[in-house]
């Protein structure tokens, strides 16, 4: 009795696996379907390269990867990390860019808003502060990282060059992003920094000037430092981004640090 229950229900289970196959092979056979997936079916390598090929996000890896350059202690994973910590600054920062207004004295109170009103203010600010503090230092691990496994050398030199443009766009982010608070600890970081950039010979001044929009901070230095804050720097650094990606592929995918070992 309870051998036919039992050979019953794992009938009924061969059956439902079935109708789902069956349902699975006309949905992949509609033209909805094969208009969003082009790659078609079955299961060859030509197909499983087509399906990397023709997704925007699989897109980002190389069809063929050396399987070393994947392992944890290639890379510690820290470029992708620094990207990620990009991607988090992007979503908190638009999220905190729809409560926070570039005025005086608009600009101090949104922030107390942010802490003490807004559902969740708090945690969206302290989760773009922690990003930005982690970004600086995990972009500088990953130059490090870089530099001891000799991937700077021919032919990922003009990489390289890329990475100190990003470095340096991270660290204008986190400088600029530091006056937008409006509160004393802001106003006197960026009146020490900007000074220090008037030092420079020769443009010193006039690039503080361009700065502050004037010889004080001010609220035309708040709307200029909010602009290159929100628009000029992140832009910069996707398109950076992009080209230090592509990059990595043009010059061969990741350095192998053990098959030059060998060599
Ligand atoms: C926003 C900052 C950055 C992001 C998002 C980023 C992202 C990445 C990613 C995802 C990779 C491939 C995987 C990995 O190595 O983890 C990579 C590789 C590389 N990065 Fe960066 N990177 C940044 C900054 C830098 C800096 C500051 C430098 C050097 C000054 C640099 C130089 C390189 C080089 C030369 C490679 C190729 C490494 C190899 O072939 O082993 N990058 N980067």
Redesign the pocket.
């Known amino acids: 009795m309870g051998e036919s229950l039992s050979r019953g229900s794992a009938r009924n289970r061969s059956e439902g696996v079935e109708k789902m196959v069956n349902l699975y092979q006309r949905l992949a056979a509609s033209s909805v379907w094969r208009s969003l997936f082009r790659s078609g079916t079955g299961d060859s390598a030509l197909r499983r390269s087509l399906l990397i090929y023709n997704a925007l996000i699989l897109h980002i890896h190389p069809v063929k990867v050396r399987r070393r350059?994947l392992a944890f202690r290639?890379?510690?994973?820290?470029?992708?990390?620094?990207?990620l910590l990009?991607i988090i600054l992007v979503v908190t920062g638009i999220l905190l860019m729809f409560y926070y207004r570039p005025a005086i004295p608009e600009a101090y109170q949104d922030m107390k808003d942010l802490e003490f009103v807004v559902t969740s203010g708090m945690f969206i600010r302290n989760m773009h502060r922690w990003a930005a503090h982690s970004?600086v230092i995990v972009?500088?691990l990953?130059?490090l990282?870089?530099?001891f496994?000799g991937?700077?050398r021919p032919p990922?030199q003009f990489?390289?060059?890329?990475?100190?443009f990003?470095?340096i766009?991270?660290l204008l982010l986190s400088y600029t992003g530091y006056l937008l608070p409006w509160d004393q600890l802001a106003h006197w970081a960026v009146n020490v920094g900007t000074n220090m950039v008037g030092y420079a010979p020769v443009i010193g001044q006039k690039i503080r000037f361009y700065l502050l929009g004037g010889h004080q901070i001010g609220a035309n230095a708040l709307i200029r430092f909010y602009v290159l804050h929100c628009v000029v720097i992140p832009a910069a650094?996707v398109w950076?981004?992009a080209v230090?990606?592509w990059?990595?592929r043009k010059?061969g995918?990741?350095?192998d640090p053990i098959k030059r070992e060998e060599s």
């Open positions: 350059t290639s890379t510690y994973y820290l470029g992708g990390i620094s990207l990009l970004m972009v500088f990953h130059m990282r870089v530099f496994h991937a700077y990922r990489n390289w060059v890329i990475g100190v990003l470095l766009g991270t650094m950076l981004i230090h990606l990059r990595v010059d995918g990741l350095a």
